[in-house]
């Protein structure tokens, strides 16, 4: 099935992988990716990045818009996509007001979409409600990519979360790489999880029982031929991983509070824990923390949080410029 | 009167109508325009449009900036102008958070709007009280466009209407054009009515008796020599119009929600009431809609609201080009 | 100390004086400038003027982009940078729903900054506590500009004030200068205070005993040999003052709303005030006012609060030039 965008097509529908054919499409779910995509999206982002350090910013997307459309609060996400357009030389309107919009007036997000590609190229979404960036993708004729809906993904954070991986240990096969903290409700421990069956890695998963991988996601993972290992501690894994990503324990998922109270300071990495770990080994988050990393681990080289922030702009940067053709 | 504008000159008061001379002058009222105004702007409107089909957008506006000015919500309106204004290379300041701007210290409209103009080569202003944009005009000397002053005016929607109706069926003069819904709260009608009175054609309005057109605007369009047709139900009328402009009854217009939920579903349009309608007619709606058109209409070729929607885009880009001199 | 900014350096810290050494700084406060710092500034403030009356606006920051970050709501100052860096050819990131950010999940100032370093080239911030911008730059390695800290500093502002003086009587030197209204909350005032003790000036201070000058700032002045008149009455000083610098009396920043109600009205500017005023001398606000300034005042020639606004914006742009080594 073929629509049109301004003359050319957008082709609907998630394809079980993509390759280079980023032009015209939607970005729902980290599903669509071969390693082929993952190839070239990150070729582009190191180039994206080469420009940006060089001189700041291109034309290669002067005269495109982006409307970023946040139903959810994201200072982080929305500004990260807006400075990656902006760096492109695109323009962005930004429409954090979701609460005082048509949607109050009772608008469907099918017809906020239909507005929404009428003045703009493309369109990013944050949706409290899984599945809607699929919804908005099944109405829209110009690409749609999805900055998270609920519980459900996130596949441009996943993206950047694999390429600082591969940008700061120069691989991904031959790892192991261990996911801590919230694992039931960190979507972007799902999408992370799902994308890195794709390469040869040990996966190690630390939780508490309440917050262990949903089965569907370790099912997956186990299909896929992955060894999974799952403990309750840190320290079981610490001395051998290539790569720890914690994630925030997120107090709104909760409806039990007095069940997030028991969980929220499960694991603290320190200076201390950093000191059993590898050398050459990372440290990620997707950022913000509440306590999850002390502020003094900052300084340990290996903790990679803050390039891994920027290094969302690029990818964000590479995809952009793929799906309006110009990358 | 004449006072100064960069240098140049803005032409303050309303002239009854304005020819090509838009060069620095407010855009406040469908009360200003001549049929060569109308003719003049949807000349660059579809100038706009074809740019825009071909390379997505220009410099003309290049280095100008847009205060987007907005009392009240309205995504589909402040998206559409910061759209047009990007489009032509100029930049937007948006301004939605009026409860928490200086509004909320205590400052009045017009020293607001000196402030803006202080910035910006123009300012969009959307405002819950009537006259307010003739307020504000009073006091800058940089452009002024009304964009919604509460039961009001709202101008660009109207030439955006007339524009659709035009470039849909090729000619305004000569139609049956009916407006349904809410006739009373609905500005849209009101500045539309008034603006097809410069053409030849034969109106029709379709309300309950307490959403009837308000008798200030049919007492105008019957002194200008239109016949005007009232009447409650849009069979009456479904087989012969040429245009069926179709309105959501706005709750925020009631004090009384029972008379609103009396009201509100009196009118839809299901494709079973399309089947009985011209082949070559169009159904038009500002939207949102919220429940006044069944979405299974959408798919039927007569159905102009989303193309109507995209016309507001190439509308507003012509006035900004316009009113600052570039069109 | 030296820290990196996208391969070149950041200084770190308050240096006394920073003569024309701005690229790479912080802008945290008054305290930072010399007589030639000023000199400088206004010097480029002047030539940024000229740019936008003759063409609107250059090229010279197209490719960077401003993250304007804003605690606390400011209409009129997020405006100001936001028109100053546009008109410079660069974009802008608006942030002024802090309440809806990462902030609401918890993250510190810290975090949020290093997270908007990685997209932004600069960061402008208002923050509600004394010391925020401080804060922000000690852990940022790219330059912030400081938008007011709560009844801390607000450097730019004091800027434009003292360049507005300086445009439009010719000099600072020499003149009498006189604040009145709120001396103790009114941040505006203690800048600028701080900022004149670099001239030849006579400065009056004019308040409610409640409302001083707070000692702290009155003993610097005067250890900078600054003669210090402090009265009740504008009556007193009308009539021999150049400059009159009115404050409003912030609401928001009294516990006890009756000991607002005894002050805010204590100081109104007439027609019939500004009669016995000195011919040349000018009368400044840093608005929004409330009823200091009476409106029939306005058409006074003197009446200078609408030109010093505008001059904001050129100061602002001279900054962020500076700041990025463009100027």
Request: with cysteine; aromatic share 8%; net charge negative.
């Amino acid at each position: 099935m073929v629509t049109k965008v301004n003359g050319s097509t957008k082709r609907v529908g998630l394809s079980p992988t993509m390759h280079n054919g980023f032009y015209g499409r939607d970005i729902l779910s980290v599903k669509q990716f071969a390693r082929e995509d993952l190839d070239y999206i990150f070729g582009v982002a190191e180039e994206m990045e080469a420009i940006v350090r060089r001189v700041g910013a291109t034309d290669l997307l002067k005269g495109s818009i982006l409307a970023n459309l946040f139903y959810e609060p994201s200072t982080r996400t929305s500004s990260s996509f807006a400075a990656a357009m902006q760096r492109l030389g695109g323009s962005v309107i930004p429409i954090n007001e979701v609460r005082y919009s048509s949607v109050t007036k009772g608008e469907s997000l099918p017809d906020t979409i239909r507005t929404l590609e009428a003045y703009a190229d493309l369109v990013v979404l944050r949706h409290p409600e899984v599945g809607a960036s699929q919804i908005a993708a099944r109405y829209s004729r110009k690409p749609i990519i999805n900055a998270g809906d609920g519980v459900g993904e996130h596949p441009t954070q996943a993206l950047l979360d694999l390429f600082t991986i591969q940008q700061e240990l120069g691989r991904v096969d031959g790892l192991h790489i261990a996911m801590a903290g919230d694992l039931k409700y960190g979507r972007t421990v799902h999408s992370l999880a799902r994308l890195l069956c794709l390469y040869d890695v040990e996966m190690s998963f630390v939780s508490p029982d309440i917050l262990r991988l949903p089965e569907e996601v370790r099912d997956e993972v186990i299909a896929l031929g992955k060894p999974v290992r799952e403990t309750h501690a840190i320290e079981d894994i610490i001395e051998t991983v290539d790569v720890l990503y914690v994630t925030r324990v997120q107090k709104e998922r909760f409806s039990d509070l007095t069940q997030y109270e028991s969980v929220r300071n499960l694991y603290e990495v320190t200076t201390d824990l950093m000191s059993r770990a590898k050398p050459k080994m990372i440290l990620m988050h997707p950022l913000p923390r509440v306590g999850e990393i002390h502020y003094d681990v900052d300084a340990d080289p290996r903790a990679a949080y803050f390039r891994q922030m920027e290094n969302g702009m690029y990818v964000r940067m590479a995809l952009l410029a793929a799906v309006l053709g110009k990358a």
